[in-house]
């Protein structure tokens, strides 16, 4: 990894992002989080596109965007701010909060939940996820259970390993991951604090991933098991 390789051309391609001018005078990919804040207050109007289809029995807050053909089904909640793009879908049991940035064509999926939050254009979190201080790219999928951690269980702010071998100290009391464009991570794996996922790259299923992964890099989970044989007396009795 080179020290490119903490700037956002890294991880996203341009004519993905949810906003234009996202990442204008941002050298490291994280610190777009901290301008979420001021984007939204700049960007968001509040609304409902016509074409925007929302379920009777979903929630939406006042400083709430939503664009065309945005679809909105029961039981979702969007406190806001949040600010969901064209062709976007929020499935059942969403739960969006405190800043939400979703480009065109997400899917922010079943009972999951997004907070302080960027999602490039295309992104998939389809099932049980919880996505707090983060950027997905473009495509980037989180398979169902994925757990992005965004906070130290020591405390303090949230650090990253450097290239060249250095630990910079983001500032950020909260940060979870970057996934880069088309990044995958399988089922009901976590991604602690301060990980960064280059494009492409994949994360397999159940594993606990800390640090930064290459593109075009597959981070492994190897497992052992021992067989045992069942002994009568561990059987339950017949019904």
Known sequence: MTETQLTPGYYFDPAYWPLEGLYDGVEYVWQALERLPELLDRHLVPGVHPSARVSPGAFIGERV????????????????????????????????????????????????????????????????????????????????????????????????????????????????????????????????PGSLLGPRSVVYPGASWRGCLDADTIAKVRQSFELVKRRRRDLPPPV
């Open 65 to 192: 965007s939503l664009g065309e053909g945005v679809v909105v089904e029961h039981g979702a909640s969007i406190p806001g701010p949040a600010l969901i793009g064209p062709g976007c879908v929020v499935r059942s049991g969403a739960y969006l909060r405190g800043g939400v940035l979703a480009g065109a064509g997400s899917i922010l999926g079943y009972c999951c939940e997004f907070k302080n939050c960027i999602l490039h254009k295309g992104a998939e979190v389809y099932h049980f996820a919880y996505v707090g201080d983060s950027i997905l790219g473009h495509r980037a999928h989180l398979g169902a259970g994925v757990k992005i951690s965004n906070v130290k269980l020591s405390g303090g702010t949230v650090a990253v390993s450097a290239p060249d071998g250095r630990v910079l100290d983001t500032g950020l009391p909260k940060f979870g991951a970057v996934l880069g464009d088309s990044a995958e991570v399988g089922c009901n794996a976590v991604l602690n």
